[in-house]
């Protein structure tokens, strides 16, 4: 079992920034590579970025690469968010996901699932 809480959403301007946490408890935590999704109301939930387990793969929704950084630290069992460059479009509940899976992208690739984290950018 890992429990993923989310921190760090917010309210910001368009061409901002917010850094997204997500802290990861139980087993080991290294062992998963880690996902961000994003939900709007009556929408389904997409895929935003994935780490592998090592740190070394990442990948992006084609609309945040360029903006959007994901990245580890396996010591201190979490994985981030970066966010530049943020546009009203960006606006969601943003999850962080834990996938023992070696496909990635969909949200079933993903095990462990975090409470979500709002993320408001205005015009």
């Known amino acids: 079992q890992v429990q993923l809480v989310e921190s760090g959403g917010g309210l910001v301007q368009a061409g901002g920034s917010l850094r997204l946490s997500c802290a990861a408890s139980g087993r080991t935590f290294s062992g998963y590579a880690m996902g961000w999704f994003r939900q709007t109301p009556g929408k389904e939930r997409e895929f935003v970025a994935h780490?592998?387990?090592?740190?070394?793969?990442?990948y992006y929704k084609t609309s945040v690469n360029g903006r959007f950084t994901i990245s580890r630290d396996n010591a201190k069992n979490t994985v981030s968010l970066q966010m530049n460059s943020l546009k009203p479009e960006d606006t969601a509940v943003y999850y962080c996901a834990a996938s023992s899976s070696s496909s990635w992208g969909r949200v079933q690739d993903y095990t462990y699932w975090g409470q979500g984290t709002q993320v408001t950018v205005s015009s």
């Open positions: 780490i592998t387990w090592s740190g070394v793969g990442t």
